[in-house]
């Protein structure tokens, strides 16, 4: 499995963290104005991903009474999607093939603006030359992180936390923690 990574993030943070100047905080400044975000897939996201999509959404439920995850096509009636999960082409500067040689799996990008909020749409970017060789539950956990990014968090500050939202954790964490739950009903 790749070591060198960061799942990040938005881009402000992650070029701050490359160069120093940024003090890491749990929260990227801003949240949800509405109790429910609806998420769906974009047709450019293989079936592979449709469980490991549900799931690293949905383990967000339940931490708080304000916020949560719901797959739009679950609701019958027509239901405007603030969330789409997608395959990266070009969005975010780099080409899919520059984010993929840089160790990258995906972004989680709340906006219009993450650090100030409220937040109306979002994105998670899949980097799936490097998420499709992952096992099912390894997919779950990148989207599980990207997730946490559109929710408002950024990736935590401390480094004695087992925590979702540190890159060095992840792959042994199949939810959120304490720690974790405890941020969203902190910004929730
Ligand atoms: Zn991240």
């Not at 899949?126 to 997730?147: C, F, G, Q, W, Y």
């Not at 946490?148 to 199949?174: P, R």
């Amino acid at each position: 499995m790749k070591k060198k990574f960061l799942f990040v993030l938005n881009f402000a943070l992650f070029f701050s963290i490359g160069f120093g100047t940024l003090t890491y905080a749990e929260y990227f400044g801003g949240k949800w104005h509405q109790r429910v975000v609806y998420y769906g897939v974009s047709y450019n996201v293989s079936s592979t991903y449709t469980t490991p999509i549900d799931n690293g959404l949905k383990a967000w439920n339940g931490l708080s009474n304000y916020i949560s995850y719901k797959n739009f096509k679950d609701i019958g009636i027509s239901q405007p999607v603030d969330v789409w999960v997608r395959s990266y082409t070009n969005e975010l500067g780099l080409t899919a093939a520059e984010w993929a040689a840089r160790g990258f799996y995906g972004f989680g990008v709340p906006s219009p603006d993450d650090t100030t909020g409220p937040y109306d749409w979002g994105n998670i970017y899949l980097i799936r030359a490097n998420t499709d060789p992952l096992s099912s539950t390894n997919k779950k956990r990148v989207i599980m992180h990207e997730a946490g990014h559109v929710l408002g968090l950024a990736h935590t500050t401390k480094a004695f936390t087992s925590s979702v939202m540190d890159e060095g954790d992840i792959w042994g964490l199949d939810s959120p923690t304490t720690y974790d739950k405890n941020n969203i009903i902190g910004l929730y």
